[in-house]
């Protein structure tokens, strides 16, 4: 039997006026940490571009939440109640 499970973590952060991810701190996994690691290596990875609004590139406060989920996994149900999915 294939043994996956699903999650997620949540983070707070910082993009700065290069569109660059800082200050990654996580304010919420499920399962545990099972998945902090891949998701903040995925994150530091991103770019964002600025909006029109923010012709200035002003640094952005933000949450951001990464989901791991299939549908077969041993925790399907609780994952999608703990993470709102």
């Avoid at 707070?12 to 545990?32: M, R």
Wanted: aromatic share 10%; charged share 20%; glycine share 4%.
């Amino acid at each position: 039997m294939f043994n996956s499970k699903s999650g997620c973590v949540e983070f707070t952060l910082l993009i700065d006026g290069n569109g660059k991810p800082q200050n990654l701190t996580v304010i919420k996994s499920f399962p545990g940490s099972t998945f902090n690691k891949k998701a903040y290596e995925a994150l530091r990875k991103w770019r964002w571009t600025a909006s029109e609004s923010n012709d200035q590139n002003q640094p952005v406060l933000t949450t951001i939440q990464l989901d791991f989920t299939t549908q077969k996994s041993v925790n399907h149900a609780e994952a999608y109640s703990a993470c709102k999915i």
